[in-house]
């Protein structure tokens, strides 16, 4: 007899990653990305079990507790991964649903894979929820878990949250499934969108491909309304705030600053390397400001933290390629004896030096093409109670939304970038806390915390209209 709960959270991945050591010894680390930063902290607060695949290929193991959670783990095969992982999920629907910043893939066997696991999924989330539980399924890569699980578990309360933009009814379209994607969405009774642009272009493409009405946030099925909201994601501000605080990353701060060679200017990009990020064009923007001595190469020095992401992509493969070549030409044509403008690292650092190297930075650069939120805006605010630091932030970033005291710009222009990067250098001690000091208001009061109450709040009350609900 399976161990039954009464929340569920359903996402591709656990929280965790497991590790298999040459020597055959195992061990577990912090999974990439977004969706893991956000959920742990809701879930360690929370009772409740989180379904999710291991990050290795074939692995059968057994429910456990880490980090204070419970873990169930769902296994993917090695073809499963190459096909619906690193297909479907990330060569198809993450570049359609990113503007087509690279073109999608649009593959039978793919989208076969895509239904097999997202029906494991399914499955496996109806075993282990309790009668009536709350199920909380997770992002682009589930996005039927919502319709299968409906259908073997009618009396669940099912919300879906998607950490990525939805696009446009036009590019949406491209896909030649879109008619399951969408009624595999609206088997949940609430789907959170980052925006409300998001959650606007999902209730026209309903009506657009399935004819059904809406009004307002809810959409009208035949036999139940389907709510949509934007619930703008965010992160732990006071475990943020607290860890900066701490004497021992206050030093490793000033540590880092003096292993880069005291520079004026740190200026600091942490992203996993994804060709949605931007990091091409900002390096770009920075070697040119070098090149046409607006800064000097001992005055400033970019660190890029690139976390290693979806390395058997083909797309990402060559993008590791072309970072690491354009690194070499700009601190090629740049550097002096003793200095390397370009400081680039290629691996994953535990929360508390990220947290030192926020605190270290003067400008924060964040560019994306498109991206759903990025936390990493919203880190680099929290760990400013100094209110000294200035966030360059994309225009296409979602986090833009809420935080517009940063010095935006549009990624595509190579010159506003490099103005805006430049305004932030020389911007005055009370002109940055000003902007600090708005930001951050904003972020300690949507923390994570409130986006998640506020989204299972939204999802335990029934819609007012709701057929089913009202003569009850
Ligand atoms: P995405 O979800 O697309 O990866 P986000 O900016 O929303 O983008 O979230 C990235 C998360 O991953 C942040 O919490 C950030 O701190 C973390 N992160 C990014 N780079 C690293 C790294 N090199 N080591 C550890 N964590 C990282
Ligand atoms: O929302 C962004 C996201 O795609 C999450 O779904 C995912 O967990 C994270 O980025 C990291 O990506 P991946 O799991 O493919 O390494």
């Not at 709510?227 to 705030?241: C, H, K, M, N, Y």
């Not at 936390?375 to 760990?383: D, F, G, N, R, W």
């Not at 209110?387 to 517009?404: I, Q, T």
Request: proline content about 6%.
């Amino acid at each position: 007899m399976v161990g039954r709960s009464s929340f569920l959270i359903v996402a591709n991945r656990l929280p965790v990653d497991r590790i298999v050591e040459q020597d055959g010894t195992a061990s577990w680390r912090r999974s990439p990305g977004g969706l893991v930063t956000a959920i742990a902290p809701v879930m360690q607060r929370r009772h409740g079990a989180w379904l999710g695949w291991s990050g290795a290929p074939d692995e059968e193991l057994e429910p456990f507790e880490q980090d204070g959670m419970h873990l169930i783990s769902i296994p993917l095969s090695a073809e499963e991964i190459e096909l619906y992982y690193e297909g479907f999920s990330n060569a198809t629907l993450w570049p359609l649903y990113h503007d087509v910043v690279a073109t999608p893939v649009f593959e039978r066997r793919m989208w076969e894979a895509y239904r097999a696991v997202n029906e494991r999924f399914a499955r496996a989330a109806a075993e282990h929820a309790e009668e009536g539980a709350v199920v909380w399924v997770q992002d682009y890569q589930l996005q039927l878990v919502p319709s299968m699980l409906r259908e073997l578990r009618p009396d669940l309360r099912i919300g879906f949250f998607l950490h990525i933009p939805f696009p446009p009814v036009e590019l949406f379209w491209q896909l030649p499934w879109r008619r399951e994607l969408v009624q595999g969405l609206l088997g949940a009774d609430l789907v959170g969108f980052q925006l409300p642009g998001g959650a606007a272009n999902f209730r026209r493409l309903c009506r657009r491909l399935l004819g059904v009405p809406y009004k307002g946030n809810e959409i009208f099925l035949e036999d139940r309304v389907v709510r949509t909201q934007a619930f703008p994601i965010s992160v732990d501000f006071g475990e943020l705030d607290e860890m900066v605080r701490r004497p021992e990353v206050v030093s490793r701060a000033k540590e880092i600053r003096m292993e880069l060679g005291d520079p004026e200017h740190m200026l600091l990009g942490v992203d996993r390397l994804d060709y949605t990020k931007g990091i091409g064009q900002r390096l770009e923007a920075f070697g040119e400001l070098l090149k046409d001595g607006l800064i000097s190469p001992g005055e400033a020095v970019f660190v890029q933290i690139a976390t290693p992401s979806r390395e058997r992509v083909e797309e990402y493969r060559r993008l590791r390629d072309d970072i690491e070549l354009q690194v070499g030409r700009i601190n090629g044509e740049t550097s002096e004896f003793g200095s390397q403008p370009i400081q680039y690292f290629h691996q994953s650092y535990p929360k508390d030096e990220l947290a030192a190297l926020y605190l270290a930075a003067d400008v924060m650069v964040v560019t994306p093409l498109r991206d759903g939120m990025n936390l990493v805006a919203k880190e680099y605010v929290s760990c400013h109670h100094d209110l000294h630091g200035a966030l360059v932030l994309s225009e296409f970033a979602g986090a833009a939304d809420e935080l517009r005291q940063a010095f935006l710009v549009n990624p595509y222009d190579v010159e506003g970038v490099k103005r805006q990067m430049l305004a932030a250098m020389r911007a005055t001690p009370h002109e940055l806390a000003r902007r600090m000091r708005t930001m951050r208001r904003r972020v300690a009061t949507y923390d994570v915390d409130r986006w998640a109450g506020e989204f299972l709040n939204s999802l335990e009350s029934p819609a007012a209209s709701d057929p089913a609900t009202s003569h009850s």
